[in-house]
């Protein structure tokens, strides 16, 4: 049996079906990533994402090995060989799909791992979710060989291999949100919250890759018996242990699945630290709980620093220097602003994500980034340096004051790229007035140096909402 | 190896396609003979295990293959060739055989090649061995499933029609390699050729409507139809079959024609024409 699996493995692995797939799940994952580099953590959950182009090639491959026998009318003379008298030709081609699956997906994630790397990256592997996003595929490949081998129809696996995974894929992008939800339980679940060196939380990949392969080995158990039974109920009997073994498993893992929360918002880095949300309650309940509370209640975790222009961050030792360097270049523009008092000059990660109702703004004198959000998004839409100037401004009392928005939008349009210097007056203008859009082509026509210098009379009331755009205006020497 | 049927039958639905039928055969080539829908098939998916009969009992070697245990043994010794041979279009010929031996449980990959090379050197496809099954033509199509047959030299060879859309040439070869299998194991083949038959068989059974209608050599077949062939210079109606022949006179089989008639030595196709035109239609109860 061995055997013959290494010779359907063999077979499988020269199947262009599959490194067809294997190619645009690799164009899918890199293609994803380039803007995010060097986005660390995230590598891996760029393939995952793109699961869906890789699973119906792999179901497809698995059809065609499912029909190959009645396609090509080689059933007599197969049948009249001792291996299909033992029953072992089944479960042989399927454990084969299956590690082949494992194999070419486990191969694209250490292709996009190593691209990542090259570009800068320093990604730590997850094993249990590598191994995961595998079974996947291989429970794919192996229920494209089921649907071939019973049903005997190219069109029903030819149908089958698109709308099996896009239901998953659509399953996966539309929950409900309940308590009930089983995203958990599909093949290819929706991603958890990202941790960086935390891991996944809830942590829900060992157990769910357990869950597949239960579900893998009762898939082949059930062909098996089938197969065998055309034999004789000895050679059926394995493929009723491994039914029934699978199934236990697969029922097992599913039941913990099932009862894992949505989320897992961590305050630290101990479990005691961390709540799970099982419901929309349990949402709101931490949003009013902590609302001004730290997120790493002075705990130092990050420890991987670098000073660059004058501004420090450290992040997770994980991450690398590199992204401690990137960070502190992005911040560069508020080391102008030194001397006014909240903008932060040092930036420090923060076992957090967002969506916790916690505003990451600084903490002394550092501002704070979650490690997942601030990985993949600050070179984007977001700078760090934006984000600490806007900390510097509104606090954590985010009150509406003019003043405070217009010097706001004046050092956004300074630092993101999206907008020339007179479409972002114009938005302001739209925004909040004419008289607020003024204040902000006047702060763009004054050299930064005296902005700082005529804005530190006025820097405290702004910072308590006192100071009114006229008191701005004024302030900087505007006409009228 | 000794092959033992009692009291066989098979049918399909009403259709009865083996009709009782008692035989035994030993080592040697046995040829069957029989016209389209004698029951020739059947019988020989019977002997591959393919099929179970309806009544009666098959002891191959004493190995009774309605049990589970006896039909893997017996097939570990067995090599069949089906009539409607499928094979896998985009395995290379090489690897269709290697993996039909691998199916035949020969694990140890050096020893297996060797013997696939072996197969396929009998059957003359040596050169043909990295080239696409669905390249081949019928013919070298129908050797590579004589080669998967032989792959893992079986105790007894079960062939179904196996000289079908093979050249003359290639008859001839096959002919020579069949008779040079027969020499120390069971091999039983079916064919509508009746000179293969003679010519290699060593033994001869004649189906008929699902019944053994001869059991013989191709020698006590030949000579049932002693002094009933004769050479005349006009056709003869009243005969069983008459043909010109290229010397421009008709060969006839049957009884002595009227006018001048010179006696002929038979053939084994004399004999299997007389003792079918005997028969009757053939009925499948």
């Given at each position: 049996m061995t055997t013959l699996a290494r010779f359907e493995a063999r077979k499988v692995l020269r199947n262009p079906l599959l490194w067809l797939g294997a190619a645009l799940l690799f164009a899918f994952g890199v293609g994803n990533a380039v803007s995010y580099w060097p986005s660390i953590p995230a590598d891996g959950e760029y393939v995952h994402e793109g699961l869906v182009v890789l699973a119906p090639f792999a179901l497809l491959v698995g059809a065609l090995l499912g029909l190959r026998d009645r396609t090509s009318r080689a059933e007599s003379v197969l049948a009249s060989t001792p291996l299909v008298a033992r029953?072992?030709?089944?479960?042989?081609?399927?454990?084969?799909?299956?590690?082949?699956?494992?194999?070419?997906?486990?191969?694209?994630?250490?292709?996009?791992?190593?691209?990542?790397?090259?570009?800068?990256?320093?990604?730590?592997p997850d094993v249990f979710f590598v191994l995961d996003a595998g079974l996947y595929v291989a429970l794919a490949a192996c229920g494209g060989f089921a649907i071939g081998y019973v049903s005997g129809s190219r069109i029903l696996s030819l149908l089958a291999a698109p709308i099996l995974p896009g239901m998953v894929f659509y399953r996966q992008g539309s929950q409900s949100g309940s308590i009930a939800d089983p995203s958990w339980l599909l093949p290819s679940p929706r991603l958890p919250g990202r941790f960086g060196p935390l891991g996944y939380l809830?942590?829900?990949?060992?157990?769910?890759?357990?869950?597949?392969?239960?579900?893998?080995?009762?898939?082949?158990g059930i062909v098996w018996v089938r197969a065998g039974r055309r034999e004789s109920s000895s050679a059926a009997r394995p493929g009723l242990v491994a039914t029934v073994a699978g199934s236990v498993v697969f029922l097992a893992a599913g039941g913990w699945l099932a009862v894992q929360p949505r989320e897992v918002h961590v305050f630290g880095p101990e479990p005691a630290d961390w709540v799970e949300i099982h419901t929309e309650a349990d949402y709101r309940r931490l949003g009013r709980a902590r609302r001004d509370a730290?997120?790493?209640?002075?705990?130092?975790?990050?420890?991987?620093?670098?000073?660059?222009?004058?501004?420090?961050?450290?992040?997770?030792?994980?991450?690398?220097?590199?992204?401690?360097?990137?960070?502190?270049?992005?911040?560069?523009?508020?080391?102008?602003?030194?001397?006014?008092?909240?903008?932060?000059?040092?930036?420090?990660?923060?076992?957090?994500?967002?969506?916790?109702?916690?505003?990451d703004c600084a903490q002394g004198d550092d501002l704070l980034v979650g490690s997942q959000r601030w990985s993949v998004e600050f070179q984007e839409y977001e700078p760090v340096a934006e984000r600490g100037f806007y900390c510097a401004v509104y606090g954590r009392r985010q009150l509406v004051n003019p003043a405070a928005n217009a010097l706001h939008a004046w050092f956004a349009a300074r630092v993101t790229r999206d907008h020339t210097g007179r479409e972002?007056?114009?938005?302001?203008?739209?925004?909040?007035?004419?008289?607020?859009?003024?204040?902000?082509?006047?702060?763009?026509?004054?050299?930064?140096?005296?902005?700082?210098?005529?804005?530190?009379?006025?820097?405290?009331d702004v910072r308590t909402r006192d100071a009114s755009l006229a008191d701005l205006r004024r302030a900087l020497g505007a006409p009228g | 190896m000794r092959i033992e049927l009692r009291g066989v039958s098979k049918s399909y639905g009403a259709v009865r396609a083996l009709d009782s039928v008692d035989l035994d055969l030993s080592h040697g080539i046995t040829g069957l003979l029989g016209p389209n829908g004698a029951g020739k098939t059947t019988l020989m998916r019977i002997l591959a295990t393919l099929l179970s009969p309806s009544a009666g009992s098959v002891?191959?070697?004493?190995?009774?293959?309605?049990?589970?245990?006896?039909?893997?043994?017996?097939?570990?010794?067995?090599?069949?060739?089906?009539?409607?041979?499928?094979?896998?279009?985009?395995?290379?010929?090489?690897?269709?055989?290697d993996y039909l031996a691998i199916l035949k449980e020969l694990d140890e990959r050096r020893d297996r090649?060797?013997?696939?090379?072996?197969?396929?050197?009998?059957?003359?496809?040596?050169?043909?061995?990295?080239?696409?099954?669905?390249?081949?033509?019928?013919?070298?199509?129908?050797?590579?499933?004589?080669?998967?047959?032989?792959?893992a030299d079986p105790s007894l060879l079960v062939l179904d029609e196996p000289t079908a859309g093979l050249d003359p040439q290639q008859r001839a070869r096959f002919r020579e390699l069949l008779a040079s299998l027969g020499?120390?194991?069971?091999?039983?083949?079916?064919?509508?050729?009746?000179?293969?038959?003679?010519?290699?068989?060593?033994?001869?059974?004649?189906?008929?409507?699902?019944?053994?209608?001869?059991?013989?050599?191709?020698?006590?077949?030949?000579?049932?139809?002693?002094?009933?062939?004769?050479?005349?210079?006009?056709?003869?109606p009243g005969a069983l079959t008459s043909w010109r022949t290229e010397t421009g006179a008709y060969r006839v089989v049957g009884d002595r024609p009227a006018g001048d008639a010179a006696e002929l030595p038979p053939t084994v196709e004399d004999g299997y024409l007389l003792l079918t035109s005997g028969l009757g239609e053939p009925v499948h109860a």
């Open positions: 029953g072992l030709v089944v479960p042989a081609r399927m454990a084969a799909l299956a590690l082949a699956s494992v194999g070419v997906c486990a191969l694209v994630f250490a292709a996009t791992a190593l691209t990542s790397f090259a570009r800068g990256g320093h990604g730590y809830p942590d829900i990949f060992p157990v769910h890759a357990l869950y597949l392969a239960g579900g893998i080995l009762a898939l082949i730290s997120p790493d209640a002075g705990r130092v975790l990050a420890t991987a620093c670098v000073e660059t222009g004058g501004i420090g961050a450290c992040v997770f030792p994980e991450y690398g220097t590199r992204l401690a360097i990137a960070l502190a270049e992005n911040a560069a523009p508020l080391a102008e602003f030194a001397s006014l008092d909240g903008v932060p000059q040092s930036i420090r990660m923060v076992p957090t994500a967002d969506h916790t109702g916690i505003e972002f007056v114009r938005a302001v203008r739209q925004g909040w007035g004419r008289r607020a859009a003024e204040a902000v082509g006047h702060l763009a026509d004054v050299p930064v140096a005296d902005v700082v210098d005529r804005l530190e009379p006025i820097w405290d | 002891r191959v070697e004493g190995l009774d293959p309605s049990k589970p245990r006896d039909r893997l043994e017996l097939r570990r010794r067995l090599g069949y060739l089906p009539q409607d041979l499928g094979l896998y279009p985009r395995f290379t010929v090489f690897e269709f055989v090649h060797r013997r696939v090379r072996a197969a396929l050197a009998a059957v003359g496809l040596e050169d043909v061995a990295r080239r696409k099954i669905k390249t081949l033509s019928g013919g070298m199509a129908r050797r590579v499933g004589i080669a998967q047959a032989l792959v020499e120390g194991r069971q091999v039983v083949l079916s064919t509508h050729l009746v000179e293969d038959v003679a010519a290699i068989c060593t033994s001869v059974v004649v189906l008929w409507g699902g019944r053994v209608a001869f059991h013989g050599t191709p020698q006590d077949l030949r000579e049932r139809a002693a002094g009933r062939v004769w050479s005349t210079a006009e056709p003869s």
